[in-house]
């Protein structure tokens, strides 16, 4: 069964991969495709003979390129590349203007191309797990956006064309390498959730004035202080709503002396642990 299907996963020839997809040759009625952890290395292009196709998932595979011919799915809405091997992401993508919701989460991506600034109807974007050490430019261009995921990367600052996003309302940012809070979203109003959890971000603005916010997760941070929110607004992380947020001295002095103490513990020869993404 799926040994077999593994094996025949390596072969390009349209009959072997026909049977990977289990002979799928008809248009599904729900118009959704999904072709998930079936070990593909080639996209079968006889699925872009569906023109009405609204769902492609093609998630958990080991793409690394699409067909020209996916450009015929004029329909689609959302389309989930996430967890296979692409480092750049193919240009077809770009033409897909229906896409409202588009997965390239655990790819090998540094980057996005500028094409990407055609999906004007795009709503959510997932990049996290990639290897983006800034966030790009287009994604700034991106008129309707209301989620982004762009954790478990390694960026250090978000621009500040982000704020033009005006239909934003949640952004994902776990597992990065902020060292400061991103100054760009104190000038976003309508964000609604915020997540800066896993960085490395020792002191938090006041938030109070983000009228729109609700939740702010800002836990494993080495942070001295919690933000300062408005009335109805949820924290997660130290000093949120069961503790009380300690003198900013205080937290000051309680900081030095964890971290005194921790290189007391650790010795200097040990290497520092590898990073993990959670």
Aim: glycine fraction near 4%; charge should be neutral; proline fraction near 8%.
């Amino acid at each position: 069964g799926n040994t077999i299907r593994a094996l025949v996963a390596f072969i390009p020839a349209d009959r072997c991969q026909k049977y990977v997809v289990r002979d799928l040759q008809e248009m599904p009625l729900d118009k959704m495709v999904d072709l998930s952890g079936n070990q593909l290395r080639r996209f079968p292009v006889h699925v872009c003979s569906f023109q009405e196709l609204v769902k492609l998932y093609l998630s958990d595979n080991h793409l690394n390129s699409l067909p020209p011919e996916l450009g015929q799915l004029q329909n689609l809405q959302i389309l989930a590349l996430d967890f296979n091997n692409f480092k750049v992401l193919p240009q077809v993508v770009c033409t897909l203007k229906q896409l409202c919701i588009l997965y390239l989460g655990n790819n090998k991506l540094c980057d996005l191309p500028s094409e990407l600034s055609l999906l004007q109807n795009l709503r959510t974007l997932w990049v996290e797990a990639n290897y983006l050490t800034q966030l790009p430019d287009v994604v700034c261009e991106l008129s309707l956006l209301k989620t982004l995921h762009a954790g478990s990367n390694a960026l250090r600052l978000l621009p500040g064309q982000l704020q033009r996003l005006q239909e934003l309302r949640t952004i994902w940012l776990s597992g990065n390498l902020l060292t400061d809070f991103p100054p760009v979203l104190l000038h976003m109003p309508f964000l609604e959730v915020i997540d800066v959890d896993q960085n490395s971000i020792r002191y938090f603005p006041s938030l109070a004035h983000l009228s729109s916010l609700k939740l702010v997760i800002y836990d494993h941070n080495p942070c001295r202080n919690a933000p300062k929110v408005a009335k109805g607004v949820r924290r997660v992380g130290r000093w949120a709503e069961e503790t009380p947020e300690p003198d900013p001295r205080k937290a000051r002095r309680y900081a030095l002396v964890r971290e005194e103490s921790q290189e007391a513990q650790v010795p200097a020869l040990l290497p520092p642990f590898p990073p993990t993404n959670s």
